[in-house]
């Protein structure tokens, strides 16, 4: 079956089963995801039913409420429910980002000898990092363990299962086993006592953090070393390579009471820092790598940035589902929408009066775009097809097949003779906008393609993808000029300058890349949102560009500095599509909820955010 749930995700394959929850792998335009549907049949009472969609619930909010590379990202959006055929019971859903790699205890078993010590240590600063992070939004994680920690494939480690309260959820029908305190957590030899009994404080995920190095250091579960008779845990015997120094600072991390161990995250931070200072110290030390960041690169000097001020014009309503992409005319009269509600709106932007609807798409509609002349429309949806409109009657001309998946991308070339068209089947397609033949399919990509752009020459074509990389391709050989990298994290949207020397990115984990073009380089990377990055939009003067993310935000760039000019808010969801008219005076985006706002130029140039 072609299922297809809230008109996006599109199951691919189960992952695993066990306790109360379905994980599966779904594709969400091109980006691989995780679904959790959580099993109310395996609860026997309604009380048990309802603590167990409490608990599922928590996850998500918990998830949506955490913006950090390392921990999977989700769209408040992404809980919802469905009603299948024959159900006394809806099912409970949420879809998460799908964290590459493997885990901690599975790559142990893949290494010959137990965990160096300075890798130990990066890896511990990484993880308290996280934490860090999920501690300052007032939640415990509660399950630290090495099958709860992927290595992705740069090395990178990234903290998961932020929803086994749920696994245990059983267990607070015996009152045995649980206190009004909390839930209780049952990865024996890993959970402190106190989250044994019932509670759970601050302290309790730095005991599961040093008993999960215990077992990286020793390739032993932790319960080996544990001595019931004298209440003892005799651990660094087996770990031979390890410093004194280490050693104790994981004893005082496993402290039987809360009060022995850190007091908080930054104090762990401290002395990771001074056992890094120790290690370096020693003859022959390799010194330690730092921890990766995202940060903006150094920009340009000598160049004063403008500060365009954008103000909101008008509130657009029409559509029923969340407005994916926007596009307008040349002359920037004309505004076209394409909307997960299967239709396309066409809009006069002076006006904001609804032109007409397009109908004939049947699902979503991701992408749209408008000719240089402004007489053709192309759209493309997850139905799989291209569709070619006259602009100014709505009349459907070509409807174009071909691809195995949703179209996530269109665009047309500057001379309105050609269109491309980028899908989850992972390759690219260039037509004749006359005729509608095929003229080339593009391959190279190893995911999903997700964006693409004619460059002003109408002579290469630039992609994006899910792979991570951009690709630039030779429109008269059909052939790969050369691949791009710089993002850490699938790629969502492009852009490329007026004059063709620059190109602007984003991707899933808040991170603008900045490219030269002519010498096919990253320039710099810019970091800002705390939310996937959807679209991106360069003026035609070339000076600013625009995003716009899940974080409810559209921002302003000087794409010479990359300072950050100015942030538009008032959208009460994801922005997904951001356009900016030829005459730089009008900004127009797009949302998932299901609006969308016009902003205008103002006189008076400010640094303020903007409010609706």
């Given amino acids: 079956m072609q299922l297809l749930l809230k008109r996006r995700y599109r199951p691919v394959k189960a992952l695993s ?21 959580l099993n109310l049949t395996q609860f026997t009472t309604l009380q048990a039913q309802k603590k167990a969609v409490s608990l599922f619930e928590r996850e998500a909010r918990v998830l949506s409420e955490l913006h950090r590379p390392g921990i999977p990202s989700m769209e408040p959006s992404a809980y919802f429910t469905i009603a299948p055929p024959n159900y006394k019971t809806p099912l409970h859903c949420l ?51 090495p099958s709860n920690i992927m290595r992705q494939p740069d090395g990178n480690l990234a903290l998961i299962d932020f929803g086994t309260v749920l696994e245990v959820a059983h267990l607070e029908l015996s009152p045995q086993t649980i206190t009004p305190a909390g839930t209780v957590i049952i990865s024996r030899g ?44 005799r651990w ?87 407005v994916w992409s926007v596009a307008l005319s040349p002359r920037g009269h004309i505004l076209v929408t394409g909307s997960w509600d299967n239709t396309i709106k066409v809009w006069n932007l002076a006006t904001g009066q609804l032109l007409r609807t397009l109908m004939g798409h049947q699902e979503a509609v991701w992408s749209v775009a408008v000719t240089a002349d402004g007489k053709t429309l192309a759209s493309g949806s997850s139905d799989q097809q291209i569709k070619i409109w006259n602009l100014r009657t709505g009349q459907l001309i070509h409807t174009l097949t071909g691809h195995s998946n949703w179209v996530a991308a269109v665009d047309l070339s500057p001379n309105g003779k050609l269109i491309a068209s980028g899908s989850s089947d992972k390759t690219i397609k260039v037509w004749s906008l006359k005729s509608g033949e095929l003229i080339h399919t593009l391959q190279g990509h190893c995911y999903a393609v997700t964006c693409i752009a004619f460059t002003p020459d109408g002579k290469t074509l630039v992609s994006g993808s899910g792979d991570k990389t951009l690709k630039i391709w030779s429109l008269t050989t059909g052939e790969c000029r050369a691949t791009l990298t710089g993002h850490r994290a699938s790629v969502t949207c492009l852009a490329i300058s007026p004059d063709g020397k620059t190109g602007v990115s984003g991707d899933v984990k808040q991170t603008l890349c900045v490219w030269d073009l002519e010498r096919r380089r990253l320039n710099y990377t810019l970091s800002g949102h705390s939310g996937t990055i959807w679209s991106v939009a360069i003026a035609p003067d070339g000076e600013t560009f ?53 902003w205008r130029l ?10 609706s």
């Fill in 95 to 145: 879809v998460m980002e799908k964290i590459e790699g493997v885990n901690l205890e599975e790559w142990l078993k893949q290494q010959d000898t137990p965990l160096a010590q300075p890798l130990a240590l990066e890896w511990l600063k990484q993880l308290v990092l996280l934490l860090e992070e999920v501690h300052q939004h007032q939640f415990f994680h509660r399950d630290i363990k």
């Fill in 236 to 322: 660094r015997s087996s770990a031979p390579g390890i410093s004194d120094e280490f050693a104790q600072f994981l004893d005082r991390l496993m402290a039987p009471f809360p009060s022995q161990r850190p007091r908080n995250t930054g104090e762990i931070l401290s002395e990771l820092a001074r056992l890094e200072q120790i290690h370096n110290s020693h003859p022959g030390a390799h010194p330690l790598p730092p921890t990766p960041k995202i940060i903006a690169f150094p920009a340009p000097s000598g160049v004063t940035p403008t500060r365009p001020d954008f103000t909101l014009d008008r509130t657009l309503v029409g559509h029923q589902d969340g």
């Fill in 190 to 233: 890993y959970a402190p006592p106190e989250q044994e009994k019932g509670h759970t404080v601050e302290q309790s995920d730095f005991f599961a953090l040093g008993r999960t190095f215990v077992y990286l250091l020793t390739r032993q579960h932790p319960l080996t070393f544990y001595e019931p008779y004298t209440d003892e845990f």
């Fill in 602 to 611: 103002a006189h008076q140039p400010s640094n303020l955010a903007i409010g």
């Fill in 17 to 37: 089963s066990g306790g109360f929850s379905v994980i599966y792998q779904v594709d969400d335009q091109g980006f691989p995801k995780v679904l959790k549907v």
């Fill in 546 to 598: 625009v995003s716009s993310s899940r974080d409810k935000t559209v921002k302003i760039w000087n794409l010479q500095t990359g300072e950050l000019c100015g942030t538009l808010m008032g959208h009460r969801s994801a922005v997904n599509g951001v356009a900016i008219a030829r005459s730089g005076k009008v900004l127009v985006s797009g949302s998932h909820d299901q609006t969308i706002k016009i």
